[in-house]
């Protein structure tokens, strides 16, 4: 089960700014937060976790489409493009 709390973290890494920010960098309070969101890990886990870096995430953040993203980048692009729509 463990494994898939990683696929599920680095998901909302990805598509979550707020909880990106609140994540990274990875500290003991990363773990908390992601287990308040019922993501737990193993030591290995928790290592492995621990050398990810901010900036990786929010240069792939910004490729996503808005619609599958919770990032104000993306909030924005939806915003100027349905003015574009009218």
Avoid: N
Avoid at 40 to 47: A, D, L, Y
């Amino acid at each position: 089960m463990s494994q898939k709390h990683v696929e599920v973290l680095l998901g909302k890494i990805l598509t979550d700014d707020g909880f990106r920010e609140s994540f990274l960098p990875v500290g003991p309070r990363s773990f908390e937060l992601a287990s308040s969101v019922g993501l737990e890990f193993t030591p290995v886990e928790r290592s492995a976790l621990s050398s990810l870096r901010s900036r990786a995430f929010e240069c792939l953040a910004r490729t996503l489409d808005g619609r599958i993203s919770r990032s104000s980048a993306s909030a924005e692009r939806l915003a100027v493009g349905d003015e574009g729509r009218s």
